[in-house]
Nanobody
């Protein structure tokens, strides 16, 4: 079991910056990858950025060059630095941790979500 707690959301003007943090507890040494997802009203949850245990990163095209995912030692905590924010970045942001049991079987754990609102 993994528990995730996010922090750092809020209200910011377009062009501004925010940094989200995600602290994991529980079976953190079993985590293979962590990421940030977001869900805007009326839309599906989408991947924003992810980082593997080896440090490889992956970003949605819409945030490349603006957002950076990083982590402290031992995979925890994980951060999402968001720069040059746009109104379309407004959403609830969720931290995710994935534990892989084999190539096809995995478990996903989610934080409670943190609201990010970007005003124009």
């Amino acid at each position: 079991q993994v528990q995730l707690v996010e922090s750092g959301g809020g209200l910011v003007q377009a062009g501004g910056s925010l940094r989200l943090s995600c602290a994991a507890s529980g079976s953190i040494f079993s985590i293979n990858a962590m990421g940030w997802y977001r869900q805007a009203p009326g839309k599906q949850r989408e991947l924003v950025a992810a980082i593997t245990g080896g440090g490889s990163t992956n970003y949605a095209d819409s945030v490349k060059g603006r957002f950076t995912i990083s982590r402290d030692n031992a995979k925890n905590p994980v951060y999402l630095q968001m720069n040059s924010l746009k109104p379309e970045d407004t959403a609830v942001y969720y931290c995710n941790a994935r534990i892989m049991y084999d190539s096809r079987v995995y478990s996903d754990y989610w934080g409670q979500g943190t609201q990010v609102t970007v005003s124009s």
